[in-house]
């Protein structure tokens, strides 16, 4: 089956510092693409930033990085020199192939001032 | 458009009524998807149109849910027959052929059924 895992349904982080967002996934596929996208209370879906998986290096956008394991089948989102605009609720995603992209179940991050 | 317009953004129904969820994808986007959100959870794929092949309505919960696609542009999502279970935010989202680039996401609508 192909799943994707966010185990942190929430987490908060001091403005100014760094926080890891971790989602996992289960494929059989090997080649595939990856994203993460942020939900603030508005509810418009905003694509952070997107990951090949056949490329080794690291996606980054910006305060956005990707640490993509895919052995692992890992791909973790690090946001650097948190803002109180990235609080929002932030979706992995996986596009398997013929237009099944699957959406993990969110993480709410809060970052405080 | 510069963006996946949906409408109305609001909508309070009576249990039983029908209601319509209007989304206007961005010119050219050949792809347009349809998700729900419950409160607090992820998403779930309802349908997807490409182009002027046949929609994927694999993820239809039941025959009260139907979508149409006119003209490859715009595209309407009707729930007969209301239950208070389909109170949720119904999302939609285009891209060009695919997901591979990611999808441009509209504002959702969110549906209230009492």
């Known amino acids: 089956a192909q799943t994707v895992t966010q185990s942190q349904p929430e987490m908060s982080v001091q403005e100014a510092e760094t926080v890891t967002l971790s989602c996992t996934y289960d494929?059989?596929?090997?080649?595939?693409?990856l994203f993460w996208y942020k939900q603030p209370p508005s509810r418009q879906m905003i694509l952070v930033i997107r990951q090949e998986a056949y490329k080794q290096q690291n996606a980054t956008e910006n305060r956005f990085s990707v640490n993509f394991q895919k052995a692992a089948k890992s791909f973790s989102l690090k946001i650097s020199d948190s803002q109180l605009g990235d609080t929002a609720m932030y979706f992995c995603a996986f596009d398997f192939g013929n237009n099944d992209m699957r959406f993990g179940a969110g993480t709410r991050l809060t970052v405080k001032p | 458009g510069a963006g996946v317009s949906q409408s109305p953004s609001n909508k309070v129904t009576e249990k039983g009524k029908d209601v319509e969820l209007r989304c206007d994808p961005i010119s050219g986007h050949t792809a347009l998807y349809w998700y729900r959100q419950s409160l607090g959870q992820g998403l779930e794929f309802l349908i997807y149109?490409?182009?002027?092949?046949?929609?994927?309505k694999s993820g239809l919960p039941s025959d009260r849910f139907s979508a149409e696609r006119t003209g490859g542009s715009v595209s309407t999502l009707t729930i007969q027959r209301t239950q208070q279970e389909d109170s949720a935010v119904y999302l939609c989202a285009s891209s060009l052929a695919g997901a591979n680039y990611g999808y441009t996401f509209g504002s959702g609508t969110r549906l209230t059924v009492v």
């Open positions: 149109f490409q182009g002027n092949s046949a929609p994927d």
């Open positions: 494929t059989s596929e090997n080649n595939y693409y």
